[in-house]
């Protein structure tokens, strides 16, 4: 009986090791997965911090890597001034309605991108899914 419960203990040890090197490897293997958001921005002053703290907090949550873009079109509130004073805590790229958007939109056509138009409350609830 004793040989026999001996047999079943090594015999689930041996399972879960097995399992930890093969997942250690995966993940050695896989690419880690970057989600790209690019937020189009307008006169969103009151949402913009809240909209990327909180992209950021979900993202560490369920331990994604994430970039955000923002690409405004001409706010005339402290939009961008907020996302210039966020950029020093997260990673971001800010853009305005000039070329350059429109050179990098170009450079980074072959990606999977997921844009959010801030002013429009669908594309808000939808885009943490992409998560």
């Not at 307008?42 to 690409?71: C, D, M, P, Q």
């Not at 958007?101 to 991108?113: G, P, V, Y």
Request: aromatic letters at 10%; hydrophobic letters at 40%.
């Amino acid at each position: 009986m004793i040989l026999g419960l001996i047999w079943i203990v090594g015999c689930y040890a041996a399972g879960i090791v097995l399992i930890h090197a093969l997942h250690r490897r995966w993940q050695r293997q896989a690419a880690p997965r970057i989600t790209h958001y690019i937020l189009q921005t307008r006169n969103n002053g009151h949402h913009v911090e809240w909209y990327l703290r909180s992209l950021h907090f979900f993202s560490w949550l369920k331990g994604r890597t994430i970039t955000v873009t923002i690409a405004d079109e001409g706010s005339t509130d402290d939009t961008v001034a907020i996302a210039e004073r966020l950029s020093h805590e997260h990673h971001l790229s800010i853009y305005t309605a000039d070329d350059s958007w429109k050179i990098w939109n170009r450079q980074h056509d072959d990606e999977q991108l997921v844009i959010v138009r801030l002013s429009q409350n669908q594309d808000l609830e939808t885009a943490y899914k992409f998560m």
